[in-house]
């Protein structure tokens, strides 16, 4: 089999998206902290849209539990999720450049690790990781897009998971009512819709449509 040239991808995904979009998302640079089940998802939306460069953030391991909604396959149990998702989306993204940091988010770590992307977004699980980050880039780093997630756990209808606009520069995704700590799984499904709203805002983000 022989594989595309990145120069061939490239046109495929201008034939695709048009010229104008596709050299607006290639000039663009996310972040994506945590890797889970929001995480893994967007990361992968992200790198079939062709974004220049991607920031990829987690320090955890892929551990059997993951794989009912994540991104991640049997074979790479015991992988770090940065570099199980890293060869991911170097296997799907010629086009884009990925980069990958195995460290925990700390309001000390936040302002150096993520000062280089355009758009940051939140990917976590646990509230508290979540409201610490959303907290920190608001606080320390305005000038940056901050896209997040609260609420897409169990089964309730889809249509339920929305996209706010907050403020000027922070989108909130999901239904901010559903979050595993109420006791309710987290379900493949439910979690990409949100997922997909999220990585639908970062594009429209880039792409200069802001009024969600």
């Known amino acids: 089999m022989v594989l595309p040239t990145k120069e061939e991808m490239y046109a495929a995904l201008v034939e ?25 998802n967007i990361a992968i939306a992200l790198a079939r849209a062709g974004v220049g460069h991607i920031h990829i953030i987690d320090f955890d391991r892929v551990d059997i539990q993951n794989l009912n909604r994540q991104q991640y396959f049997p074979e790479q149990l015991g992988l770090a999720k940065t570099e199980a998702l890293g060869d991911t989306l170097r296997r799907i993204a010629l086009c884009s ?59 309730a209808p889809s249509n339920l998971i929305t996209t706010k606009r907050v403020t000027k520069r922070f989108y ?25 709203h999220q990585a639908n805002a970062i594009i429209r983000i880039i792409a200069g449509e802001y009024d969600i």
Do not use: W
């Open 97 to 155: 450049e990925i980069t990958a940091d195995c460290v925990k988010l700390t309001e000390e770590n936040i302002p150096s690790l993520l000062s280089g992307e355009d758009i940051i977004c939140e990917a976590f699980d646990k509230a508290d990781q979540k409201a610490m980050l959303v907290n920190c880039v608001l606080e320390n780093m305005p000038e940056k897009y901050l896209v997040a997630g609260s609420g897409m756990a169990g089964i």
């Open 172 to 196: 909130l995704c999901g239904d901010d009512m559903n979050d595993v700590e109420d006791g309710l799984g987290l379900v493949s499904a439910r979690v990409m819709i949100c997922a997909a």
């Open 16 to 40: 695709r998206h048009g010229a104008e979009l596709q050299k607006k998302l290639s000039a663009a640079s996310v972040a994506v902290c945590g890797l889970g089940g929001l995480g893994s």
